[in-house]
């Protein structure tokens, strides 16, 4: 397995980490026995970063990669990563309130994740998204005394843009930055990739197959985000999927599937993203898993910028009031 390391004072990890939540919620019904030989596969594949949040599910998907840890070969066990995100409050029907940093919230939600996760210590930890009534230096204050108690290691972001990266990092070291960043969700190339290299913060990315494999006949479970999502609505979806269309022929022309290419397109960007993929099932894993395998030359990627140039998707990667928490869009 390739590696890749977060920023200057973070861990080494996997070149691809496996981004959980789908385990657990938000993108339809998900097979249990299914997500957890997932898990085992990604490990024994080498995968070391396991990304995950304590509202997927509220609670399930960590007592979930728990579970596949307590049943993975020892040496799998020790290498895994677990990068925690925080702060987001549910309801019992599962809708989102809002975001709480304040810093005895912070700790409290360390609290139950160290216990329904099994261990002693969280290796990357963030506040999901901002709170917009607690200043970031305070939430990641609260952080840094969790890794100066051993509770926590390193210290993450997400969905920040650049002038609350720079408040956060005046702080204390901060690992990387979570956030969407995929050939169709191309924000970050204007002034928050370009902060967090100036400031050695690494990016875990996200949503590098702009939200999963996707064809115009498929229909959406009623517990599935995207029937939400406005790139999956209407003439929005028409014209992402024909961006989706351009790009497999470039793929078909190299061998490779288009996420395949999705990936290898983010793994290209530098060695300092590590894209998160979604991979819900063992086969998907073993697709993604190729995506390393794919080297795209200068042509490939002069070819890839002329059928997907920034900002060619349609609609905004959440519903409005959801883009509204998104201190990086602001």
């Not at 229909?219 to 790139?231: E, Q, T, V």
């Amino acid at each position: 397995m390739q590696t890749r390391t977060l920023g200057t004072t973070g861990p080494q990890t996997s070149a691809l980490g496996l981004g959980c939540m789908g385990m657990s919620a938000l993108y339809g019904d998900s097979d249990r026995a299914e997500s957890i030989a997932t898990l085992h596969a990604a490990l024994e594949a080498g995968i070391t970063l396991l990304d995950t949040g304590d509202f997927y599910g509220m609670g399930h998907n960590e007592l979930l990669i728990n579970e596949a840890l307590c049943t993975a070969p020892a040496a799998a066990r020790e290498r895994a990563l677990t990068s925690v995100k925080f702060g987001a409050l549910r309801t019992v029907e599962g809708g989102f309130t809002g975001y709480d940093g304040r810093p005895n919230a912070v700790k409290n939600f360390a609290a139950y994740s160290l216990q329904r996760l099994g261990t002693d210590h969280i290796d990357i930890y963030r506040i999901a998204r901002i709170d917009p009534d607690v200043p970031v230096e305070e939430t990641v204050g609260a952080i840094a005394e969790l890794v100066e108690a051993g509770h926590v290691r390193h210290i993450g972001l997400s969905e920040v843009g650049a002038e609350t990266l720079r408040r956060a990092a005046a702080v204390a070291p901060i690992s990387d930055l979570q956030i969407e960043y995929s050939l169709v969700s191309r924000g970050i190339e204007e002034a928050i990739l370009p902060t967090a290299r100036e400031l050695g913060i690494g990016i875990t990315a996200y949503g590098v197959l702009s939200r999963g494999h996707f064809s115009r006949d498929r229909k959406l479970a009623p517990n599935d985000f995207r029937g939400m999502s406005p790139r999956f609505q209407g003439e929005n979806l028409d014209r992402n999927l024909d961006l989706v269309d351009a790009l497999r022929k470039i793929a078909e022309q190299k061998g490779v599937s288009v996420a395949q290419t999705d990936i290898a397109w983010v793994l290209s960007r530098g060695e300092d993203i590590v894209p998160l993929v979604g991979a819900r099932r063992r086969d998907r894993l073993t697709e993604a898993l190729g995506a390393l395998d794919v080297t795209l030359d200068a042509d490939d990627l002069a070819a890839i910028e002329h059928a997907i140039p920034a900002g060619a998707a349609a609609g905004d990667r959440y519903p409005a009031e959801q883009m509204a928490h998104l201190d990086s869009e602001h």
